[in-house]
């Protein structure tokens, strides 16, 4: 398909009801993406001050404050603040090999969701060139002939007024229950309840192990943080010895338990 | 406009239009006379007529129509019999019941109750002659507004709406349906 | 049956029909085999647009219709005022996207990625008749999963989800990577 430039504008005015430097972001990834696509500004330099004061200017207009807007502009300052940390963050030589790794694991998980983010971007506008294209024809809805209308089956043969009552009620049942809502948390891949399975299924055969070796081939350090609080509960449980020589010595695990442990409720740890 | 640009308007149009399209219309839309449209539409339906293609277009009903040709009857008897509309799907009787339970109620309210697009559902069971316009959303946006027919009420067996049973006293009542819609934003269309 | 015969037959049903047609369902209205009615109608359709008339026969959505020229549009809209449906928004379109390219996905996957919740957005999709739900998760939680609909496919002018462009076309060149790159400090410059 032959595409025009595309006829949408790439802006528009969302239902978030104020504006931060004349433009509204939807969403962190937005303007982290517009900062560093099309300002070309160098994260070092954006002054959080001066976003948070149109905020504020913004919200004493209004004189009402919107909580999902609200909310929306905690989430890109939240993110904003974390990468200005990062950058604040001593230089590489202070940083152990560890933390050094981690926070290259993070620059690229960032990274891959900004790459993303703009991919189903860019996705979106070719999907709003074709039905452009697509618009310019109308279909034929036309339907039945008056006198083919005669002939056609009677659809409400069988149909009782109970039927239709019944239909209504499925009609306008709630559809989903009020909830508190946690999307905009990034989810937690692993639970620590999976992870403790999965060590009372491993750990018996492999005798005495580090928690580095454990760990080695973790994608997050969420998933390493998770690994541990596994460790602890399966300690809490006596099934494993915790051995740890000396401070930031190298931590060894050992499963005590027998072969196969009845594991006691886990509990949950909340994202 | 070349004639031979009218043409080809003149089927778009037509070849959209769900009922006939009166040429009167016809002018105001492509800015020619009526005498000249009336002209340029008896041409194309001498025109289709002669390729012996499966469709007319005919003069019918104080408008221009294409239909299909009389002698494939057969042939589309059975698509009517078999095809897309000899069955009530499950989201048009949900559909016929919203309508029949909350009229007069808009295509968007429909659409925000059953959290989907009602569009083809409604014009289907407005063509089968169930539901029907019956007035206007006398709030900004003019919504047309639709309820039953006669014919439903025939066709299942009622007397009148006030025969139909009732919605148990558990069940969201008017009020939390509409409390439900407000928080849907359905009011505006 | 003569294939002008049959010809003349698929027209004169596509021209009662409200939704495209599955040639399956054509296939056994007029006993051919599915490949013959998938001949025939390609046939019909490069007839018709080579004869520049104000319509073509299209495959979309699984199925065969006719539908007005796309160079007619400037008529046809003047005479088509409602259903015009109101632009899409870039967050919507994004959304949109996501759910088209990852589907089936659920609503918290949809936030994942776009770094906000995706509720709202999500809801209007639905009631423009673009997503519906698809399925659970099987996992805990049992989220609601989403994917596109046949409307979608029609809106996009596309015969089936193989028919979207690859999203391989949008990802990223090297120097928009080396831009992210700098702007998140992984690269020195």
Same mark, same amino acid.
């Given at each position: ?56 200017a ?12 609200a ?22 030589a ?6 050094? /790794? &981690? !926070?290259f $694991?993070?620059?690229?998980?960032? @990274?891959?969701? =900004?790459?993303?983010?703009?991919t *189903? ?6 999907l ?9 024809s ?19 043969a ?5 039927d239709?009552r ?56 969420l ?5 541990? /609080? &596994? !460790?602890? $509960?399966?300690?809490?449980q006596? @099934?494993?010895? =915790?051995?740890?020589?000396?401070? *930031? ?23 | ?45 001498a ?7 499966g469709?007319?277009l ?11 040709h009389?002698?494939?009857a057969p ?10 509309s ?5 989201a ?21 109750i ?9 014009r ?11 007035g206007?959303?006398p ?17 299942l ?23 439900f819609?407000?928080?849907l ?5």
């Amino acid at each position: 398909m032959v595409c025009a430039r595309r006829a949408t504008p790439r802006r528009y005015c969302p239902r978030v009801p104020y504006e931060v430097q004349t433009t509204v972001y939807e969403g962190p990834f937005d303007l982290l993406l517009h900062l560093i696509t099309r300002e070309e500004v160098d994260l070092w330099e954006i002054s959080l001050s001066g976003i948070v004061d149109a905020y504020l200017a913004e919200v004493e207009r209004m004189g009402v404050v919107d909580l999902d807007a609200a909310t929306e502009f905690l989430v890109i300052a939240a993110t904003l603040v974390e990468l200005k940390c990062r950058r604040l963050l001593p230089g590489p030589a202070d940083v152990d090999v560890d933390e050094e /790794l &981690a !926070l290259f $694991e993070e620059r690229d998980l960032l @990274l891959a969701r =900004l790459l993303e983010c703009k991919t *189903f971007r860019d996705a979106g506008e070719a999907l709003a060139r074709l039905a452009g294209a697509a618009g310019l024809s109308h279909p034929r809805t036309a339907g039945l002939e008056p006198h083919l209308l005669e002939l056609a089956p009677d659809l409400l043969a069988g149909v009782s007024p109970a039927d239709l009552r019944a239909a209504y009620l499925r009609a306008t049942q709630p559809k989903r229950p009020p909830r508190v809502d946690i999307d905009h948390v990034a989810p937690i891949r692993v639970s620590v309840r999976d992870v403790v399975d999965e060590l009372a299924v491993s750990l018996p055969a492999q005798g005495r192990v580090t928690f580095r070796r454990l760990t080695s081939g973790l994608a997050t350090r969420l998933d390493v943080i998770v690994r541990f /609080l &596994a !460790l602890l $509960e399966l300690y809490k449980q006596g @099934l494993v010895e =915790l051995d740890q020589p000396s401070t *930031f010595g190298e931590l060894t695990v050992a499963w005590t338990g027998p072969a196969t442990a009845e594991l006691a409720t886990v509990d949950v740890y909340e994202g | 406009m070349s004639s031979s640009e009218a043409r080809r308007a003149l089927e778009a149009i037509l070849m959209v239009a769900e009922e006939p399209v009166d040429p009167q219309l016809l002018a105001e839309l492509l800015e020619l006379s009526p005498a000249r449209v009336e002209e340029l539409c008896a041409d194309l339906a001498a025109t289709w007529e002669a390729d012996d293609r499966g469709f007319l277009l005919v003069r019918v009903a104080g408008g221009y129509r294409f239909q299909s040709h009389p002698d494939l009857a057969p042939y589309v008897e059975r698509f009517v019999l078999h095809g897309q509309s000899a069955r009530l799907s499950a989201a048009a009787l949900e559909t016929l019941a919203i309508v029949a339970y909350k009229q007069p109620v808009s295509r968007a309210q429909v659409a925000a109750i059953r959290g989907v697009n009602a569009d083809a559902v409604m014009r289907t069971l407005q063509q089968r002659g169930y539901i029907e316009g019956v007035g206007r959303d006398p709030g900004p946006g003019q919504a047309l507004l639709y309820g039953t027919t006669r014919l439903f009420l025939e066709k299942l067996g009622l007397d009148s709406l006030a025969d139909l049973p009732p919605l148990a006293d558990f069940v969201p009542g008017p009020e939390a349906v509409e409390a439900f819609e407000r928080g849907l934003g359905v009011r505006e269309e």
